[in-house]
Structures are given as structure tokens and as C-alpha cells.
């Protein structure tokens, strides 16, 4: 028996059968495919993000002046840091201005005409009651937040251009509520028109991951996702069985190009194992450190040891890993599951850390395992079953009752999302994985540290 594998491992109740391992080995080099659905997970920013408004100049504008009104404003502003409004549309018609400013304009343009000509406003009072004598042909031009430009100077850059006066003969200047930060989707973008201006989704997201890289990436996991969650689950069920630790598994694959993709590492949770061939009881905990993503990633360490010293006989490590390590199972394979892709796959020389490699997690990663992850350097994470008391990777913070959506899908947690924090020196992708039969990954209980 290798060092590491206790008397309560399951390999132990093999049959009398030559080829059993042989069979085993080729059942678990070839998961099974579940379908499901892939959720990109939102960033901190993205949860986080405040509707932030800025007062910003509009004025009206003949329509065939606006070109020379635009350029007049650029040649002043072009030299000054200002808040970028680039999501915003630049001229807009009044028909597409919403409600709340077309009431604001004829409010002004109305007390316009009543301070000029108190007479008219009996005919004002028709003209609002009937719909008549609106500007649906007037063109709005936009112009920078209040505290770029001031008034006087708006009135000396458009001296002699075609732009509607007040009384005073300075233009005619409205201010307007904008948002100041770029959308995130269509959805939020059409919010926005409704509710301050007009405004752009222009496919980016400044608060987390490009759209487009996630669609490719979900794309490219979609091939497979089913598989390494199953196998995943298969190492749980093993290190479970075998009461090694609790039901979570992990799964870590090196993408790879084409349709081949390289299983690097598959471990399960070893938090009640100790010193062989001892095995500790549940209260009774033999390494807290032995989540199946830590062990995962110390399984990686040594592998990509043992390739970059030319170690020819894995079993020798497995002896020298006995020696160093007696108190831990961390990294060392315990269950027939681990020791198969442990010995049967091989890891690219001269790698560094876990950095272009995917993990595959039954569940959402404690905070200690995601800040793991982080400095591991992975590409992508995928987890099962959100864990909303305990995960380190979601942002969504928990608001009185833990609420549910199809698929089991817990909302609110600690709202750590590590994953992609601006204060951390790296960022990876991550997505939660539903499968379209809820009972196909293991339940354990919400508090717990997976």
C-alpha cells in the first residue's frame, strides 16, 4: 500500500480481480458529462456600485449649427481634465429626451416667455393642456459636467453661431442630472435613459471582467464543466467515504488547446486525517488546513517538484513525502481517485504556480481557500453550491433572510467577492456552476468552511 492511504480507505474492499484497478483507473480517467448552466459571478465594483450622478450644461441648438457648437466647446475643453461622459449621447432630439427633463425645458422656456410677455399665460396654459407648441424638432446638445466650464465662457465661444438666447442674450443654458459612470449592461443602460439621459452601452464593464472574454470563456467551459464537477464529486465521495474529511472535492485542469484539456491534480477534503494510519473522528480535527483546494494546490507544488527534478520513481516521493510530512496529508494523494491522475498525468516543466490553470470546487471556497486561489495564480475557478455563510468568492452581501433562486442558488453571503478586488495584486475569472439536476453535487451544511 502506498504511504498516505489509512486502513479505512476504500481500496482495501477490492475484489479478487486482476483487472479491477485497471478497470477503476479507466472508469475514472473517463467522467461522466452533466449538463448545466454557467453564472459568471458578479466583482465587488459590480455589486457595489453606486448610481453616482454629476450637474452637467445642456443647451438647445440649431441643428445645423451643431457641429460648430460642438467643435467651438472641444477647443475649450480639450486642454482641461474633465469627467468623461463618453456614454452619454452627445445631441439628443427632444422626442427622445425623457419625461422629466422635457417638463424641466417647457417649465423654463415657459417662465421665459411669461417674463418677456406676462399676456401669454393664458395661451402657455393652452398650449400645455392641449400638447401643442412643443419642441419636438429642437436638438439638445450636451456639454460637460457644471465644473468644467463656466457660463461667460459659453457665451464667448458661441458668439455668432445660431444658438437660442435668453432674455439677457447669454445662450440659453439648462442644467441636468447625468450619470457620471459607464453602464454595465443594456438593462442598466436603458435605466438610465429613462431616468437622467440618454445614454450608451458600449459591450465593456470598467467594475470587472470584458463581457466578451467572459462569453469566450464560457464558450470554452461549457465543453466540459459537467465532467470535472462530476469528478469532483467522485473525489469528495472517496475522501468521505473513507473518513478522510468532509464531502468537498476538487478538480485542477490545465485548459490546453483544441478539445484536450489535462487533468493536473484531483483531491478531496482531508480535514480529519492525521498521522497514518490513524484517522480522527469528526469532532476531532487532524489538519484544518486540508480543504480540498489547499490540498489540490500543495498536490500541484509537489508535482511540479517532482517534474522539474526528474524524480523517475513516484513511489519514492511517496516515501519521502511519508518521511517529510507524517503529521499531514496535505499534499500527498490518499484515495485510489487521487493517486490515479496523480500518477497518470503530467504537468508542463518550468510552470509557475498554478498560473493558466482552471479548478473545478464542489463548492464555494472558504475564505481561506480563495485567498489561496488568488495568490495561486489560477486562470478560472468554478464552484458547485454557493456557500453564503462561509465563501470568500461571491460579492453579494447577505440582506435578513438568506433567499433562493431556481437551482438552489443561496443570495447574499459575506461579500468578500476575491475573485477580482482592485486592492489585490491579481484578478481570475469565476463562475458557479448549476446543474440542471440539483441533487448531482452533495449538500453540506451552510456554515460549513469548505
Not at 247 to 271: C, F, K, L, M, Y
Not at 349 to 378: K, Q, W
Amino acid at each position: 500500500m502506498l504511504a498516505g492511504v489509512s486502513d479505512h480507505d476504500n481500496i482495501q474492499s477490492q475484489p479478487d480481480n486482476p483487472n479491477y484497478e485497471q478497470s477503476m483507473e479507466e472508469s475514472f480517467l473517463q467522467p461522466v458529462h452533466s449538463p448545466g448552466v454557467l453564472t459568471a459571478l458578479k466583482t465587488k465594483l459590480e455589486i457595489d456600485n453606486p448610481e453616482d450622478t454629476v450637474e452637467a450644461l445642456v443647451i438647445r441648438v440649431d441643428p445645423k449649427a451643431a457641429s460648430l457648437a460642438l467643435k467651438a466647446v472641444q477647443e475649450i475643453l480639450v486642454s482641461r481634465s474633465t469627467i468623461d461622459l463618453q456614454h452619454l449621447r452627445r445631441f439628443v432630439k427632444y422626442d427622445f429626451l425623457p419625461a422629466r427633463l422635457k417638463r424641466s425645458i417647457q417649465e423654463k422656456e415657459n417662465s421665459e416667455r411669461v417674463l418677456a410677455d406676462p399676456s401669454l399665460s393664458e395661451t402657455i396654459l393652452k398650449d400645455l393642456s392641449t400638447g401643442t407648441n412643443l419642441p419636438s424638432s429642437s436638438l439638445y446638445m450636451l456639454i460637460s459636467s457644471t465644473d468644467a466650464i463656466s457660463l461667460g465662457e459659453l457665451s464667448d465661444c458661441f458668439t455668432g453661431l445660431p444658438i437660442e438666447l435668453d432674455r439677457e442674450g447669454n445662450p440659453q443654458v439648462f442644467t441636468f442630472t447625468v450619470p457620471a459612470l459607464t453602464p454595465i449592461s443594456e438593462q442598466q443602460a436603458q435605466q438610465m435613459t429613462e431616468k437622467y439621459w440618454p445614454t450608451i452601452f458600449r459591450n465593456s464593464n470598467p467594475f470587472g471582467p470584458h463581457p466578451s472574454i467572459l462569453s469566450r470563456a464560457e464558450v470554452d467551459l461549457s465543453r466540459h464543466v459537467g465532467k470535472w464537477m462530476n469528478l469532483a464529486e467522485q473525489a469528495a465521495e472517496q475522501t468521505k467515504s473513507a473518513f478522510h474529511g468532509e464531502h468537498v472535492g476538487a478538480v485542477i485542469v490545465s485548459p490546453g488547446s483544441g478539445t484536450q484539456e489535462a487533468i493536473a491534480i484531483v483531491a478531496g477534503d482531508a480535514r480529519h486525517s492525521g498521522p497514518q494510519p490513524m484517522v480522527y473522528e469528526r469532532q476531532n480535527v487532524g489538519n484544518v488546513a486540508a480543504h480540498a483546494t489547499m490540498r489540490a494546490i500543495a498536490m500541484v507544488a509537489r508535482k511540479r517538484r517532482h517534474v522539474n527534478t526528474h524524480l523517475d520513481d513516484i513511489r519514492e516521493e511517496y516515501d519521502q513525502a511519508k518521511t517529510d510530512r507524517e503529521h499531514s496529508p496535505l499534499d500527498i494523494p490518499l484515495t485510489t481517485l487521487e493517486k490515479t491522475y496523480y500518477e497518470k498525468t503530467q504537468m508542463a516543466p518550468n510552470g509557475y504556480l498554478c498560473n493558466d490553470l482552471d479548478i473545478y470546487v464542489t463548492h464555494e471556497p472558504c475564505t481561506m481557500c480563495s485567498m489561496a486561489i488568488l495568490h495561486s495564480r489560477f486562470a478560472r475557478v468554478i464552484f458547485g453550491q454557493r456557500m453564503p455563510l462561509t465563501g470568500g468568492l461571491t460579492a453579494e452581501t447577505s440582506r435578513g433572510e438568506l433567499q433562493t433562486e431556481p437551482g438552489n442558488a443561496d443570495i447574499g453571503g459575506l461579500g468578500y467577492g476575491m475573485f477580482w478586488r482592485k486592492e489585490l495584486n491579481w484578478k481570475l475569472l469565476a463562475w458557479q456552476w448549476q446543474a440542471s439536476q440539483p441533487d448531482s453535487l452533495s449538500a453540506i451544511p451552510r456554515n460549513m468552511h469548505a
